[in-house]
């Protein structure tokens, strides 16, 4: 099997900040890189305020997990895939102790049906690749 002709990109979702593919079908897995709130054709990031040096001044988790999540749906939609495919997505948090609780609450709204709930695990890393404070890795069916 070629895994060239299976890398997938979405024209809504925001580039990639590396070398990789938004999403990869397998068979019938589709494996989505790490997605981040990022919006499309921008450097900005909802909800994240800088200072002159790239630093993270003050940041806004809600505003990050809904385009986070709209960034997942970009992928999986330009996959042939949807959100109700989803079965596993591992979620990177920098700070679990302050965006716990408030990423649950915001994950329960977009899961409210629990047949259609995938496997999860929540981590917390001390740095993401831009100056973000949540990115998603999911897997889901086509």
């Keep these: 099997m070629n895994m060239i002709d299976n890398a997938i990109s979405s024209d809504k979702a925001p580039d990639p900040v590396g070398p990789y593919p938004h999403a990869k079908k397998i068979g019938s897995l589709l494996f989505l890189s790490g997605v981040g709130p990022r919006k499309k054709g921008s450097t900005e990031i909802p909800g994240v305020t800088l200072d002159e040096n790239k630093n993270i001044v003050s940041y806004n988790i ?6 986070v999540f709209q960034n997942v749906k970009f992928v999986l939609e330009a996959s042939g895939s949807k959100w109700e495919n ?3 997505i591992t979620v990177y948090l920098t700070n679990m102790k302050k965006d716990f609780l408030v990423f649950n609450k915001i994950y329960a709204e977009y899961f409210p049906n629990k047949a259609f709930q995938p496997c999860r695990t929540t981590v917390e890393v001390n740095a993401l690749p831009t100056p ?6 999911c897997i889901a069916t086509i």
């Design 86 to 88: 989803l079965v596993d």
């Design 62 to 67: 809600e505003e990050q997990c809904h385009s």
């Design 132 to 137: 973000i404070a949540i990115e998603l890795k």
